[in-house]
């Protein structure tokens, strides 16, 4: 289980990402720091700074809101704040732990994702 921190400013979200080989990749990545745009009234999506790899994930996924995602088309991240259906190309990465925060509010955020402080 990896946990990450995404920081909006002063706010902060928790992250568990999934033990895939896309989770591992985008951990891999870490730290990021990505504007996020929003698309559709649904997600705040950014480019990533390399591919992931998508090994064994399947064709498709449909989203919760929280999750965190890969749109392998575009080669984009795609965190969810509202639920979407089945999309072909879409690889969930992991999922936000407890409230949304500043991803519901509408609009662009700057965001910094890193790994998690230990607990305790």
């Not at 992991?94 to 509408?106: D, F, M, N, Q, V």
Request: proline share 6%; glycine share 10%; charged share 20%.
């Amino acid at each position: 289980m990896t946990r990450i921190q995404l920081s909006f400013g002063s706010e902060r979200l928790v992250a568990i990402l999934d033990d895939s080989a896309a989770g591992r990749a985008f951990a891999g990545l870490l730290p990021l720091e990505l504007d996020l745009t929003d698309y559709n009234a649904t997600e705040k999506v950014s480019q990533l700074p390399a591919r992931l790899d998508t090994t064994g994930a399947p064709a498709a996924c449909a989203a919760r809101a929280g999750d965190l995602t890969y749109y392998a088309p575009w080669g984009n991240l795609a965190i969810f704040y509202r639920d979407f259906p089945s999309a072909r190309g879409l690889v969930r990465l992991g999922t936000i732990e407890g409230g949304l925060g500043p991803l519901a509010r509408s609009g662009a955020l700057h965001v910094r994702i890193e790994a998690a402080p230990a607990e305790g």
